[in-house]
């Protein structure tokens, strides 16, 4: 295959992977400063615990202004009642002593929270010799129908302990489900927005690498470093994570560990993925856009549709994720033979199953 192709579809991979990452970090910005995993498994706690009118107070500009400035009221406990499972659960010593003052965690293990809500329980209800006189106190006819069905035969507090983890485990499991769908919409929001600053249009920026040879060489050079770099950081992470895991299962045994966070693209990666976009043919003023005053309406229109068509192009691309564009960029090197293909993606970045 003729490298003049190849260095085109490097190009545009590369050009994805490069706003991919940029938009990952702006991602991981977004959710730190507004607190959204933290608010995520509030969501999760209020569903399991079957108290859905509380999700309404986490939600709206407001509750995220609140969160964004740490002040009190952007997770309002108070507002869901005193009468509240969920608020006395997350007000528990167990579980605000996981998160810094101000802040609400964003990852609680099934163990912790199991303990906490039957500590909580009992507090109201005084201690039980069995799970069944527990539970017949408890004034939410779902969660007792769920614990009941939970716990078999059983009628132990012990049984009942294990019936709570299980559900927070499986309610969780959702959670992170809803948390990915919302994250990769975010992703999109942001990667559209970069589109249009930076006019990063990929019917006009295909045809201009296609046309001109040296861009396209120059762009599936930059390529390849990125590459290495980017193969160079992942090698890192996994030995980081691994001696973490080493340290975590000696210190916690059979303790459940949080899932697997994604890891913010480093100074150097970002730097390779600036280099990427400023050596492309990308920014204003745009040659399709240019001279609209002078064309026709319908040619005027036709151009605008043109543009507005290549940016969503674009967001949705570097939607797909940093992994998946690592791994294209990565076939395409080992295809031209500039590299061979990495052994596997970029974790956490992009598309993929975070909190």
Partial sequence: MSNHYLDVALGLSATYLALSLLCSAGREAIASLFQSRAKMLLDGVLTLLYE?????????????????????GGFDLRGLGSDSLAAAVMSHPLITGQAQAGRMPSYIPSTMFARAVMDTLQ?????????????????????????????????DL???????CHWYDTVMARTSGWYKRRSQSVLFGIA?????????????LSQRLWSDENTAQQSAELAA??????????AEQAAQAAAQAAAQAAAQMGQQQPPSEPAAP???????????????PIGWPSARLDHLAQQSAGAAAGAVLLAALGWLLTAFAASLG???WFDGVGWLLALRGTGARPASSVSGQGTQGQR
């Avoid at 069944?132 to 614990?147: D, W």
């Avoid at 990125?226 to 160079?232: G, I, K, R, V, W």
């Avoid at 480093?266 to 492309?280: D, E, K, R, V, Y």
């Fill in 266 to 280: 480093s100074p150097a990666i970002l730097g390779a993925a600036s280099a990427q976009l400023n050596s492309l």
């Fill in 192 to 204: 559209l927005v970069f589109a249009v600053a930076l006019n990063i249009d990929t019917l006009a």
């Fill in 322 to 324: 940093a992994p998946f």
């Fill in 123 to 155: 507090q109201r209800y005084g201690r039980q010799t069995s799970a069944r006189s527990l539970l017949a106190q408890v004034n939410n006819p779902a969660l007792q129908r769920t614990l009941l069905a939970l716990l078999g035969e059983a009628d």
């Fill in 158 to 164: 012990a049984a009942l302990e294990h019936a709570l």
């Fill in 52 to 72: 859905p009118a509380g999700l309404a107070l986490l939600r709206g500009i407001l509750p995220s202004l609140r969160r964004l400035a740490r002040r009190e």
């Fill in 225 to 234: 470093q990125m590459s290495a770099q980017l193969t160079a950081q992942m």
